[in-house]
């Protein structure tokens, strides 16, 4: 006799994955681009199963939102608990609904399992037919973190150590077995509504010490969906790490992350996401996943540990898995500078140049006075990397984006750039310090984010990213309230034809970046930006005695 019908266990609360299962019953939660039950019911089809019962409970009504009626032309049927009934109240109360002559699967609704399950229906079938007196076979699997079934000749005699029967092997209960007909009166005449399946196996077993058979299945990949490591794991060995692995991952490691929202951040490969901590009391957070990309990213917790120690506002890390590749630190802000306006931005944007010049000099003392590096660094600024920030330009964004192929800028031009740079003070620099990575707080206190390029070199190229930022329009009285407040006075005509120098170096790195990311990796929303970065370009390669460079961004506007 074939078993046509299956009860999927699916009434539980999962407790212990909240706050995913806040939203979703455990059945439902994503597991390799479908929900999980959904590899459940995929192998009782495959077994010939044409019956599918499902109890619910929590959330019940999110199992039909999901999943519908039918699976794969299979009908769901829906069996909802008022009371939660455990495993063994659960089945008790579908036996109006079944024949109860015939055999039927009962499935855990929160495990993933690969191996094909008609090969233990046809075992399990093969038994009955041989012993109509077996009350169940549970499928089983020799390996397992819970290893408490203890079988002696393909016979179970003992579970949870609640026996005292010893076996010739001990084995973990994989979360399927198939229930005959001399199961179900033992269900039904159990006096409780709620109980587990496990005390009427193990009523079976001290009633006759054969019959509840064991069946293995080594084959395949096991796992349950039950606490958030399992989860997490179970996704990762999929590569699959969406949102729902993610606030997995966070609760492992000791963070309960509530309003758990994405943050676009510009066109990095790391990913952010705030969340409030429910066990900090609703603490905001924020979350950072990266990847082996960038070997810079793996600094930015070691970078943000020390400034933060330095007195630096920059957010405090509370925690780094360079393993895992995951960073959770507070908040600074929802807000950053590009977004301010009125008296806010101005008071934002002079915090910024006292904390820059902070950087610059009193932090840059310190890590240089220290017996050896306290930070990893990115290698530091000198004439190649200058070079190739320029060929960055030329190639990204003057052929690529313009199509000039003749810039007609001379090489001494590029030359009293790289000098300029390389013959001031060296310090500390931030390198991309633009205003949407400077973060404000409720409070209006500035923090600087995305440090992780840190490296050796001219201050003056974090001042004309800050003060000639393609993302921001600035008045030239906001850029001498900037520049004073960053000296501690009025800027001298020598140190302002630095600033426009390094802002010419600046600002062809910006446009590189600008003409790579609208055109080769596809992120048009960078165009925009070309523009703004070019008149900026041509305003300070004209303060700078830069003729050449110029007259090549004032070609590149003409063709805009």
Not at 73 to 81: D, L, P, R
Not at 259 to 286: C, M, N, Q
Not at 335 to 360: F, N, P
């Amino acid at each position: 006799m074939a078993i046509d019908t299956a009860f999927v266990l699916a009434a539980g609360r999962g407790e212990r994955l909240s706050p995913l299962t806040d939203a979703l019953p455990k059945p439902l939660l994503p597991l390799a681009g479908k929900p999980a039950v959904c590899h459940v019911f995929d192998s009782l089809i495959a077994a010939g199963v044409g019956r599918i019962i499902l109890n619910v409970h929590h959330l019940a009504g999110k199992f039909p939102e999901v999943l519908g009626g039918e699976y794969r032309g299979v009908k769901i049927e829906y069996v909802k608990e008022p009371e939660l009934l455990d495993t063994g109240g659960g089945i008790k109360n579908i036996l109006s609904r079944i024949d109860t002559s015939k055999p039927l699967i009962v499935h855990n609704g929160d495990i993933f399992f690969d191996a094909p399950l008609s090969d233990f229906a046809g075992a399990a079938e093969s038994l009955f037919r041989k012993d109509k007196k077996i009350s169940a076979a549970l499928c089983l699997r020799r390996e397992g973190k819970l290893k408490n079934v203890a079988v002696r000749s393909g016979k179970v005699v003992d579970m949870r150590f609640t026996t005292g029967e010893t076996g010739d092997a001990v084995a973990q209960y994989a979360g399927v077995f198939a229930a005959f007909p001399p199961l179900f009166p033992l269900l039904e005449k159990n006096p409780k509504s709620s109980f587990p399946i496990v005390d009427t196996f193990v009523e079976s077993i001290k009633s006759d010490i054969g019959s509840v058979a064991g069946i293995f299945e080594d084959r395949g990949l096991w796992g349950d969906i039950g606490t958030p490591e399992s989860y997490a794991d179970l996704n990762s060995s999929f590569g699959d790490k969406g949102d729902f692995y993610r606030i997995a991952k966070l609760k492992c490691l000791g963070f309960h992350a509530d309003a758990f929202v994405p943050i676009a951040k510009g066109a990095s490969t790391r990913e952010f996401f705030s969340f409030k901590d429910r066990s900090r009391r609703g603490r905001k957070l924020v979350a950072c996943f990266y990847s082996k990309e960038k070997l810079e990213d793996s600094f930015y917790a070691d970078i943000a540990s020390y400034l933060y120690s330095q007195g630096i506002s920059v957010p405090e890390v509370l925690f780094h898995d360079a393993s895992e590749r995951i960073i959770v630190m507070e908040s600074a802000g929802d807000l950053d500078l590009s977004s301010l306006s009125g008296k806010l931005r101005s008071e934002a944007y002079l915090q910024t140049a006292r904390i820059a010049r902070d950087l610059h000099t009193r932090v840059t003392h310190n890590f240089l006075s220290a017996d050896s590096p306290p930070i990893p660094l990115n290698p530091p600024f000198d004439e190649e990397l200058y070079a190739w920030e320029r060929r960055y330009f030329l190639e990204e964004c003057v052929l690529g984006r313009f199509g000039i192929a003749c810039p007609g800028v001379s090489d001494s031009e590029f030359a009293e750039i790289s000098s300029t740079l390389l013959g001031g003070e060296q310090c500390l620099v931030h390198r991309d310090l633009q205003s949407q990575n400077v973060m404000i707080s409720e409070t209006g206190k500035a923090s600087l984010i995305d440090f992780q390029g840190m490296r050796m070199g001219c201050g003056m190229y974090d001042v004309a990213s800050l003060i000639f930022d393609p993302y921001a329009e600035l008045s030239e009285c906001e850029r001498s309230g900037i520049l004073e407040a960053y000296f501690g006075r009025e800027a001298s005509k020598r140190e302002r034809r630095a600033l426009y120098i390094a802002a010419c170096q600046r600002l062809m790195q910006a446009l590189g970046a600008y003409g790579f990311l609208s055109i080769k990796k596809g992120m048009p929303r960078y165009g925009k930006y070309f523009k703004p970065a070019l008149v900026r370009l041509c305003f300070c390669a004209s303060k700078s005695g830069l003729c050449g460079l110029s007259s090549l961004a004032e070609r590149c506007l003409k063709i805009l």
